[in-house]
C-alpha cells in the first residue's frame, strides 16, 4: 500500500490506493466495533486525561460539542471536533453480521466489504478516508535520505537558523571530528554544509546568541574519548556558513586568541540569559558527577559566555548544584529566574528507572554579575530521561514547565506540570499520559521528542516505546489526540524541531537501528484544514523590545493569533530555546497587521534578544510559513 492516491481520485472502475498508516487505522475501527452504534458514527480523536478533581477545578472553561453537524471552522486538532455520521443503523448491522459471519478475527483489507455496501460503498470509504487522513491524524512524509559524496549521515544534534535552513551535527563518538551537514525544509534536501570544525562537537550542548549565532561547547565526542579537551567552545555563523573558535573581543590581535571554558563539559545545558552583554549561563556536564550528591567530588561550578567579550566567567554561589542527570532541564522565566526541571539524560539505556542522584527542582536567580544562589521550588519529580518544555499563556497561568515521561516505569507513563506563575511553587498531580487503543497502560515514554507548535500545542514523537504512535496534547484542554506513526522507530538519539514551513522534522535514533540515517517530515492537523496564508513583509527590521512590527498579509482579516517561535536547538531531547510568545495585534485595512512586540523589564528574559520565527493563523487554526525577524 503507498502513498498515493486520496478519495478525489476514487473511480467507480478503480480502487484507490491506500496510505498503510491510515490503512491501519480504519482496520482498527472496524474491527473494533461491537455494536452498531460503534460504526454509525465517526470517533472523536481525543482522550482527556483527567486524574485529579483539583484539575478538572482549574482547568479553563470548555464547551463540549453537540451532536449533529456544527458551524464554525472545520475540525483542526487545536478546534474541539464535532460528531460526523458515517452509516445508518442498518449499514451498520449488517458490517458486523458480516464480519462475524465471514472474518471472525477482523477484517484484513478495507476492500473486503465493498460488495457488501455495493451502491454505497464510494460514500463509505470516501467519509472514512477523510476522518482518519491528515484532518484528524496529520501525515508523516517518505523518509528522505541523509548522505553526502562519503556516505550516509547520522544525526545527534540539530538548531534551526536565521535562513530557515537546520544545522546539523553527526554522530562522532570517536576521536575524530563531526560533520557539520544542513538540512532544508522547503527543498527537503542537504545544501552547501559549512568547512566542520576541527574538534569534534558530538555530546555538546548549544543556544542561539542575539546575533543568531549558534554557540556550541563541550563534548567532543562521547565520553572515553578526547579527555581533558572538553572545554571547546565554537561558534557557527549563519550569515557566512562558517565555524570559528570562540576568541577574547577585548584582545587588539588578529587573529584574538581563543577563548576555553574553564571546566571539561561533557552532556551539558546552556541558557540564553537574555540581558545586554548577551551571556550565556552553562551547566552541568561533569563526567565525575555520574555518582551521587555528596560524594567524594564538589559541584561542578557554572559558568558564563558572554557575547560582548567573548569571555567565560564562572559563577560562585552559596551552593551549587550537581546535575547529575547531565543535559538538565533548565528554563529562563520571564522575570530572569532560571528554573531547573529534574529531567536529564544520565545515560543511553532505553530502560525505565529513578534515579535517587535527580535533584528536587529549584530556581536560580543572580544576585551579582557573576554571583547567584539556588532556591528550591516544587519539590521532587524525578524524570530522567524524560523532556520537559517552557508553556507561557496570556491567560492564567502565564508560565509552567510540563515533564513528559522518564523516571520509573509509573512515572513513565504520567506528564507533570508547575504551576510558576504563583507565590508557592508546587507540581501539581501527575497526569496520565494517553493509552493507545487495544492497549492496557497509558504510553510510558523515555526519552520523548516535543516540539512546540504554532497553535500552541504539543507534539510528541520518538522515544522509547518503540513503534508507537505520535500524540498532539492541548495544554489549554488537557486533550491528547493521536497522530500518525513514523516509518522508523526514532528512539535514544532521535531528534525532532518545528520547521519555519510549520512542519515538524524529525530524525536520528539509535544507532544500530534502521532510519538513523534519513528525515521524515510531519504535517500537523492544521495544514490539512485550510490554505496556509501568506506573510509578504515584515517590519521594521530589528523589531525592539516594547515596540511594534508591522505585517503585510492579503489574508489580515482572517488572522485571529500572532505569535513568536523561538527556533529550536536540540539535542538528546534536550532544548533549552524552546518557547511560544503570543503578540497582541490591530489590524489596519484589509492587508496589514500591527503587532506589539515583547517587553519585559530588563534582562529581556520573556523574550531573549535575538531571533524569532513569526507566524499568522487563521481562525481555522492554520499557520503561514513563518517570517524570521530579529528582537533586539
Known amino acids: 500500500m503507498k502513498k498515493g492516491k486520496n478519495h478525489k481520485q476514487i473511480k467507480e472502475t478503480q480502487d484507490p490506493e491506500i496510505e498503510q498508516n491510515v490503512h491501519v487505522r480504519i482496520l482498527q475501527y472496524l474491527n473494533g466495533a461491537k455494536k452498531p452504534q460503534d460504526l454509525m458514527v465517526l470517533p472523536k480523536n481525543e482522550q482527556e486525561v483527567l486524574i485529579d478533581p483539583e484539575h478538572r477545578r482549574k ?16 475540525h483542526s486538532a487545536k478546534n474541539t471536533p464535532h460528531f460526523e455520521e458515517l452509516c445508518s443503523h442498518k449499514i451498520a448491522e449488517q458490517i458486523l453480521a458480516f464480519r462475524h459471519a465471514k472474518f471472525p478475527l477482523g477484517f484484513t483489507h478495507i476492500f473486503d466489504i465493498r460488495d457488501l455496501l455495493r451502491n454505497s460503498w464510494l460514500e463509505f470509504l470516501k467519509r472514512l478516508l477523510e476522518w482518519f487522513m491528515g484532518r484528524n491524524y496529520g501525515s508523516w512524509s517518505t523518509p528522505y535520505e541523509l548522505s553526502d559524496k562519503d556516505g550516509h549521515l547520522s544525526v545527534v544534534h ?49 543556544c542561539f546568541l542575539s546575533d543568531g549565532k549558534l554557540l556550541v561547547v563541550g563534548g567532543h565526542g562521547d565520553s572515553n574519548h578526547n579527555t581533558g579537551q572538553k572545554d571547546i567552545a565554537w561558534l557557527y555563523d549563519p550569515s557566512t556558513n562558517s565555524w570559528d573558535v570562540t576568541r577574547d573581543k577585548t584582545s587588539g590581535g588578529s587573529p584574538q586568541p581563543r577563548t576555553k571554558m574553564h571546566n571539561q563539559r ?112 516544587g519539590g521532587a519529580n524525578d524524570r530522567t530521561k524524560g523532556m520537559s518544555v517552557l508553556l507561557l499563556s496570556q491567560c492564567y497561568p502565564f508560565v509552567q514547565v510540563m515533564t513528559v515521561g522518564g523516571g520509573d516505569m509509573a512515572t513513565t507513563r504520567t506528564n507533570r506540570n508547575i504551576n510558576l506563575s504563583a507565590l508557592s511553587l508546587v507540581w501539581d498531580a501527575p497526569l496520565s499520559n494517553p493509552t493507545a487503543p487495544g492497549a492496557d497502560n497509558p504510553v510510558s515514554w523515555i526519552h520523548p521528542n516535543l516540539v512546540l507548535l504554532p497553535d500552541g500545542t504539543l507534539f510528541v514523537c520518538g522515544g522509547t516505546p518503540q513503534g ?45 537501528q534502521a532510519g538513523v540515517d534519513t528525515v521524515e517530515v510531519f504535517k500537523p492537523p492544521y ?36 505569535v513568536l517561535m523561538r527556533p529550536m536547538a536540540v539535542t538528546h531531547q534536550t532544548d533549552s530555546e524552546q518557547r511560544r510568545i503570543e503578540l497582541c495585534f490591530v489590524k489596519n485595512g484589509a492587508k496589514t497587521l500591527e503587532a506589539d512586540l515583547p517587553n519585559g523589564r530588563h534582562p529581556h528574559a520573556f523574550a531573549p534578544r535575538g531571533w524569532y520565527m513569526l507566524f499568522v493563523l487563521t481562525s481555522d487554526g492554520v499557520p503561514s510559513k513563518a517570517e524570521f525577524i530579529e528582537l533586539h
Not at 180 to 204: H, N, Q
Not at 284 to 292: A, N, Q, V
Not at 343 to 370: C, I, P, Q
Open 266 to 377: 561533557w552532556y551539558p545545558t546552556l541558557v540564553n540569559v537574555g540581558d545586554e552583554p548577551g551571556r550565556v549561563l552553562i551547566a552541568s556536564g561533569d563526567l565525575t558527577s555520574l555518582g551521587s550528591p555528596g560524594g567524594p567530588h564538589a559541584a561542578m561550578q557554572m559558568e558564563v559566555f558572554t557575547e560582548a567579550s567573548g569571555s567565560f566567567d564562572l559563577i560562585t554561589t552559596p551552593a551549587d548544584m550537581y546535575h547529575n542527570a547531565t543535559y538538565p532541564g533548565l528554563h529562563i522565566l520571564p522575570d530572569g529566574e532560571i528554573f531547573f526541571a529534574p529531567v536529564g539524560f544520565r545515560s543511553s539505556g532505553e530502560s525505565a528507572a529513578s534515579y535517587a542522584g535527580n535533584e528536587d527542582s529549584a530556581y536560580f536567580d543572580f544576585t551579582g554579575t557573576l554571583t547567584g544562589e539556588w532556591t528550591s521550588g
Open 527 to 562: 495544514l490539512f484544514t485550510g490554505t496556509q496564508p501568506v506573510i509578504s513583509n515584515t517590519s521594521p527590521t530589528p523589531g525592539h523590545h516594547g515596540g511594534k512590527v508591522t505585517i503585510t498579509t492579503t489574508q489580515a482579516s482572517d488572522i485571529t493569533e500572532v
Open 468 to 512: 508507537d504512535p505520535c500524540w498532539l496534547y492541548n495544554p489549554k484542554t488537557y486533550v491528547w489526540s493521536r497522530m500518525d506513526a513514523m516509518t522508523y522507530e526514532r528512539r535514544y538519539h532521535s531528534l525532532a524541531v518545528l520547521c519555519p514551513t510549520g512542519e515538524v522534522m524529525a530524525t536520528g535514533g539509535k544507532h544500530s
Open 158 to 206: 540539530a538548531a534551526v537558523i536565521n535562513n530557515g535552513e537546520v544545522l546539523m551535527i553527526e554522530h562522532a563518538c570517536h576521536a575524530g571530528i563531526s560533520k557539520t551537514p544542513i538540512w532544508d525544509p522547503k527543498t527537503r534536501t542537504l545544501v552547501t554544509a559549512p568547512t566542520p570544525p576541527t574538534e569534534g562537537l558530538y555530546c555538546s550542548g548549544h
Open 59 to 74: 482547568r479553563p472553561f470548555r464547551h463540549e460539542p453537540q451532536p449533529g453537524p456544527q458551524k464554525g471552522p472545520k
